[in-house]
């Protein structure tokens, strides 16, 4: 498969925030199929305790937190961009701190708290050969990290015992799927529960949970019954463009008929005809189309409804309607 070219800089850092959203979609939708499962999700949480492993954390009922760190590269297949012992080590100027070390720290400190469920890096990045042959599964075996990694470690983890520790409580799913791939797959997940149009708005809602704060309101917690709103069944359905009108009807009232005719046709040509559901405007407007002379002026018909209780962000979005 030919590696996907993002642009520079900017493409690179739009891919990047989708594929982080994409990972929390798959808890999400884990969240939403089993409500019982967490008591709340939250995206980039501000919790100085998840600092560094905060890109998708989930408290389980029990008290204990499942933590999630994303890291995406544009092209996994680039020697540069594999998942190698020097890309974790590797510090920055004389108080910079490795991808390990930063990781180490909320991961020990909940590990110690016991509210440690689970800590993971979730990389589109492909290991290497000397990474490969430390893992099994998706764990580290410490006693088999090269000696010159392991030391390096423990110099900058503190001791063995913490990085043996770390180790212990932190996975590495690695070689995770391309961002179009993975797009893909949660679209089947969660395509009988709603339409490209739904999907369309939930993922919008993803992104404002991720990048405004105390989003959702009021603590930027995900709880279950925002996901409940997100995919629920009652979102309004398509309704069929060919509104079949009775050869019987005729019109409520003739001199309304007349009116509303007459402001069509005098006005800008935007009228609006309102009223209580099930009074029959849709009726109404089906038949008055099929008095419009397609010579003279064109009609585009489209019949959609919002459901009065729907308070949700994505009721009035172009996709839904």
Request: hydrophobic share 40%; aromatic share 10%.
């Given at each position: 498969m030919a590696p996907i070219r993002y642009k520079p800089r900017a493409g690179v850092?739009?891919?990047?925030?989708?594929?982080?959203?994409?990972?929390?979609?798959?808890?999400?939708?884990?969240?939403y199929r089993s409500r019982r499962l967490y008591s709340w999700v939250q995206l980039d949480a501000d919790d100085t305790s998840f600092q560094s492993i905060d890109d998708v954390?989930?408290?389980?009922?029990?008290g204990t937190y499942e933590l999630t760190q994303v890291k995406f590269t544009v092209d996994p297949h680039a020697r540069r961009n594999r998942?190698?012992?020097?890309?974790?080590?590797?510090?920055?100027?004389?108080?910079?701190?490795?991808?390990?070390?930063?990781?180490?720290?909320?991961?020990?400190?909940?590990?110690?708290?016991?509210?440690?469920?689970?800590?993971?890096?979730?990389t589109d990045r492909i290991p290497d050969a000397a990474?490969?042959?430390?893992?099994?599964?998706?764990?580290?075996?410490?006693?088999?990290?090269?000696?010159?990694?392991?030391?390096?470690?423990?110099?900058?983890?503190?001791?063995?015992?913490?990085?043996?520790?770390?180790?212990d409580n932190?996975?590495?799913?690695?070689?995770?799927?391309?961002?179009?791939?993975?797009?893909?797959?949660?679209?089947?997940q969660i395509s009988s529960d709603t339409d490209r149009g739904g999907w369309a708005v939930f993922c919008d809602q993803v992104r404002k949970w991720s990048t405004q704060q105390d989003q959702p309101p009021p603590d930027g917690r995900i709880r279950y019954i925002h996901l409940h709103q997100a995919f629920s069944v009652d979102r309004p359905k398509p309704l069929p463009q060919g509104f079949r009108v009775p050869s019987t009807y005729q019109v409520p009232d003739a001199d309304f008929d007349t009116a509303f005719q007459h402001n069509l046709v005098s006005s800008d040509g935007i009228v609006v005809l309102w009223g209580p559901p099930g009074r029959g405007k849709s009726t109404y407007l089906s038949q008055l189309v099929s008095k419009i002379d397609p010579k003279t002026a064109s009609c585009a018909r489209h019949h959609y409804f919002i459901i009065l209780d729907d308070t949700s962000n994505g009721r009035f979005h172009y996709n839904s309607i």
């Open positions: 850092l739009r891919a990047a925030f989708q594929y982080q959203d994409l990972v929390a979609i798959e808890t999400l939708i884990r969240f954390v989930a408290r389980r009922p029990d998942l190698t012992w020097t890309w974790l080590t590797s510090t920055s100027g004389v108080r910079g701190r490795s991808l390990l070390q930063k990781w180490a720290v909320p991961t020990l400190h909940h590990r110690s708290q016991g509210t440690l469920a689970s800590a993971v890096l979730k990474f490969a042959d430390t893992l099994v599964c998706d764990r580290v075996q410490y006693h088999l990290i090269p000696a010159p990694d392991r030391a390096t470690i423990e110099r900058q983890l503190g001791s063995e015992q913490d990085a043996r520790s770390f180790f932190f996975s590495f799913q690695h070689s995770q799927q391309r961002l179009e791939d993975l797009e893909d797959t949660l679209w089947s």
